[in-house]
Nanobody
Framework: QVDLVESGGRSVQPGGSLRLSCAGS????????LGWFRQEAGKEREYVGG???????DESDTVKGRFTVSRDIANNMLYLQMNSLRPEDTAVYYC????????????????????WGQGTQVTVSS
C-alpha cells in the first residue's frame, strides 16, 4: 500500500498552464506503474496518462501534446504538466499506483489501480 496526496489544482484561464504533483509515501515509486486520471461531475473516471516502472510514458489522445507525465523517483513524486488548458479539462484529477500491473504496458482502466489519492480540483474558466 502507498499513500498518495495530490496538490497543485486551482482555477486557471483557458490557455494557461498548471503542474500537478502527487507525493507518495509507504512504498517506492520505482516499483510502481503510476497513472493520472480525471473525473468530471457525473461522469466516469478518465485516463489521462501514466508512466511504467521502467519509465515508459504514455498520454491519452485527448491530452497528447498538451500534457506531460513525469516522475522523480528519488523523492517519490509524480507530476502532470498541463499546458494550453481548455474548459473541457475541468475536472478532479487523481493520481494512482499499482504494484501489480497487467502485462502489456500501462493500464488505462481505473480498476487496474489499487492505490488512489484524494484528488485535486482543476477549473479552467475565463
Amino acid at each position: 500500500q502507498v499513500d498518495l496526496v495530490e496538490s497543485g489544482g486551482r482555477s486557471v484561464q483557458p490557455g494557461g498552464s498548471l503542474r500537478l504533483s502527487c507525493a507518495g509515501s509507504g512504498r517506492p515509486f520505482s516499483s510502481a506503474t503510476l497513472g493520472w486520471f480525471r473525473q468530471e461531475a457525473g461522469k466516469e473516471r478518465e485516463y489521462v496518462g501514466g508512466i511504467s516502472k521502467s519509465g515508459r510514458i504514455d498520454e491519452s489522445d485527448t491530452v497528447k501534446g498538451r500534457f506531460t507525465v513525469s516522475r522523480d523517483i528519488a523523492n517519490n513524486m509524480l507530476y502532470l504538466q498541463m499546458n494550453s488548458l481548455r474548459p473541457e479539462d475541468t475536472a478532479v484529477y487523481y493520481c494512482a499506483a499499482t504494484y501489480q500491473p497487467p502485462l502489456g504496458g500501462i493500464p488505462t482502466t481505473p480498476s487496474s489501480y489499487d492505490n488512489w489519492g484524494q484528488g485535486t480540483q482543476v477549473t479552467v474558466s475565463s
